[in-house]
């Protein structure tokens, strides 16, 4: 400021009063800018007008307890006001930094929503995923910014539930496109143009399975059209997946990774040793096909592990794939049968009580709750008996 600055303030000050040299200073600082200034200059008058030191001594604990619920109104107001003024600017990690500190994202998520991958660096990345303020658009800055490779690594630690499953649908799309782009090149190399399905972005005709047809000159002993470390980490995210649309994508992938030369083959971890051909049974399973024997594929891996190096996995699994399935008299048995002592923080399927609660087998409930010392449990199951509730698989079947 110039010296011409601090003779209006005086002016001000001894004219109209110290809350006009506020406002003066306020002004001044709005009009230059100066924004962490004009938060402060805000806050000084609330100061004033509680009778507060006008320079801040210690932290918010130190006003008055009487006082404090006011002042932090007006702190969070000034917050918000200079959050969005840094908004305008389209400076988000600034405009953050105030908003974060009155728990405000909202506006953050909706300004995250309008980046541009270009514009996107690593701190507004990091708002938008590690922060969670908007995971979803962060995870596909992410993958738009740095590709597969990068977004892969962040989906495994995919911070909330929410925005999952769609960033999931575009990781999945992404990959599948580019492994068709990269098969209909090299064909139209050899073959000339393709003809491409009459709806080339329906998942039931994704097109890979049709260009890999027939053409196993596709697969030399040195060819494959994107990074098989790639396919196969998509293919085990894919294993909590509900959207067909997405399943069916994954299927076209496992299936495009059986014909490759076995040195692209990754070889995974029990009951998915052979993660093309395993992931592949599974996904298909999910929809509607050849359930049966992918129930037998499981269960023979279950029965085959020695225990001392897979643990449970492989029992896990197959509960999995029976509960998603429906089939839950046979997923809950083998649950009792092979992972009744197993602490259910470490399960990565529901317990027993979890699929009876599922099924609607109350009476199974009970019993399984008196087995194991459960009162809570148990009293669950005899009131839901003793009341007829619909289990939530029967629920959801009536509302479609």
Not at 211 to 225: C, M, P
Not at 248 to 271: D, I
Request: charged share 25%; aromatic share 8%; with cysteine.
């Amino acid at each position: 400021m110039s010296d011409d600055d601090f003779e209006q303030i005086e002016q001000a000050v001894h004219g109209r009063g110290p809350e006009a040299g506020l406002d003066f200073l306020a002004e001044k600082f709005l009009a230059s800018k100066q924004y962490p200034q004009l938060f402060e200059a805000r806050l000084m008058k609330k100061r004033l007008e509680l009778g507060l030191p006008l320079i801040q001594l210690g932290s918010l604990d130190s006003v008055p307890e009487a006082m404090r619920a006011d002042y932090e109104k007006a702190m969070v107001a000034v917050a918000r006001e200079v959050g969005a003024l840094y908004l305008a600017e389209g400076d988000i990690p600034r405009a953050w930094s105030y908003l974060r500190a009155v728990g405000d994202a909202g506006p953050i998520a909706a300004a995250l929503d309008q980046i541009q991958p270009a514009d996107a660096t690593e701190d507004i990345i990091g708002i938008a995923y590690q922060e969670r303020v908007n995971p979803k658009r962060g995870f596909e800055l992410v993958l738009e910014k740095y590709g597969i490779c990068r977004a892969i690594t962040a989906y495994e630690s995919y911070p909330i539930p929410q925005g999952r499953a769609a960033s999931l649908e575009r990781l999945v799309r992404t990959l599948h496109q580019e492994l068709v782009a990269s098969i209909r090149w090299a064909i139209e190399q050899r073959e000339g143009p393709v003809v491409r399905p009459q709806d080339k972005d329906s998942p039931e005709s994704g097109g890979l399975l049709e260009l890999i047809a027939g053409r196993d000159w596709l697969f030399g002993q040195y060819d494959y059209y994107a990074d098989p470390s790639h396919v196969a980490s998509v293919l085990r995210f894919c294993l909590d997946c509900e959207d067909p649309a997405v399943l069916r994508r994954a299927v076209e992938m496992a299936e495009y990774s059986r014909h490759l030369n076995e040195q692209f083959q990754y070889k995974g971890e029990p009951p998915f040793e052979n993660p093309c051909v395993d992931y592949g049974i599974f996904l298909r399973a999910l929809l509607g096909e050849n359930e049966d024997e992918a129930v037998a594929h499981f269960r023979q891996k279950m029965e085959a592990a020695d225990p001392e190096r897979t643990g449970t996995r492989p029992a896990e699994v197959l509960v999995e794939l029976l509960a998603r399935l429906g089939r839950f008299p046979e997923a809950i048995r083998i649950s009792e049968e092979r992972l009744a002592g197993v602490s259910t923080a470490y399960l990565t399927c529901p317990n027993t009580r979890e699929l009876c609660q599922m099924a609607g087998d109350f009476a199974q409930l009970m019993e399984t709750s008196r087995r194991q010392g459960d009162l809570l449990s148990f009293a669950a199951g005899l009131l839901q008996q003793q009341n007829g509730a619909v289990p939530a698989g029967a629920a959801a079947e009536k509302m479609t």
